[in-house]
């Protein structure tokens, strides 16, 4: 079954709606988690890592306070899309992987399809 | 600059041929790497990691070489199934072995005719 849960699957809403997305690893504690973002056949990009209990570690050119991580719990990170417009649509995916050595895979989330109207 | 690149057309083949897909990179010097498959609307499932000690690794129907003379990886499937019709990304640790984020390439559509 899913070891990483993504809450929603799909928002539509209007622009300048900030909207929280919500990554949860159901059976391992991850103190990192990984937000991407798809555009349309293209791959994955990363955005950023996010850090239990500390601030998260943005990559170049994503805006921080476009894109706010939280990492509150070792079960949970939420990405707010803030005062989002359409060029912010897009699949967003979190990731994470368990305890140990850096470089076991990752699982990921099913994805969040994001449109702005 | 730091390049990650897949078979950029789409691959298609008879079921029960082996598909063989392309993975090279630039400028990196990665101590494994990893191969996803994705399909539509959905988030990338781990297949397999090879460490750049390694020549080849398989699982199943599933085989990955890693030639880090050629800077280069490639992925087989054998008896190839309809079902086997997806997406399929490499990815890399950029900052060896730390950390665990992944760069990816942009992926390799795969299309098994039966």
């Known amino acids: 079954g899913a070891v990483v849960s993504q809450h929603p699957s799909r928002v539509i809403c209007k622009s300048g709606t900030s909207v929280k997305i919500e990554c949860r690893s159901l059976?391992?504690?991850?103190?990192?988690m990984f937000w991407y973002r798809q555009f349309p056949k293209q791959s994955l990009m990363l955005m950023a890592t996010?850090?239990?209990?500390?601030?998260?570690?943005?990559e170049q050119g994503v805006e921080k306070d476009k894109f706010l991580i939280n990492h509150a719990s070792l079960t949970l990170s939420t990405l707010t899309v803030t005062s989002a417009h359409p060029e912010d649509s897009s699949f967003y995916i979190c990731?994470?992987?368990?305890?140990?050595?850096?470089?076991?895979?990752?699982?990921f989330g099913d994805g969040t399809r994001l449109s702005i109207l | 600059s730091q390049k990650i690149e897949q078979n950029s057309e789409a691959l298609n083949i008879q079921e029960g041929k082996t598909a063989t897909l392309t993975c090279n990179y630039t400028?990196?010097?990665?101590?494994?790497l990893q191969w996803y498959r994705q399909d539509p609307g959905r988030g990338p499932v781990f297949l397999l990691l090879?460490?750049?000690?390694?020549k080849e690794k398989r699982k199943e129907r599933l085989k990955v070489t890693f030639d880090t003379t050629l800077k280069q990886s490639l992925f087989h499937i054998t008896a190839s199934q309809p079902a086997d019709s997806a997406t399929y990304l490499c990815?890399?640790?950029?900052?060896?072995?730390?950390?665990?984020?992944?760069?990816f390439g942009q992926g390799t559509e795969l299309s098994v005719k039966p």
């Open positions: 990815a890399l640790d950029p900052s060896y072995n730390q950390g665990g984020k992944l760069i």
């Open positions: 090879i460490r750049e000690n390694e």
């Open positions: 059976d391992f504690q991850a103190t990192t």
């Open positions: 990731s994470a992987s368990r305890p140990g050595f850096s470089n076991q895979p990752q699982h």
């Open positions: 996010s850090n239990e209990g500390s601030k998260a570690t943005y």
């Open positions: 400028n990196y010097s990665p101590a494994y």
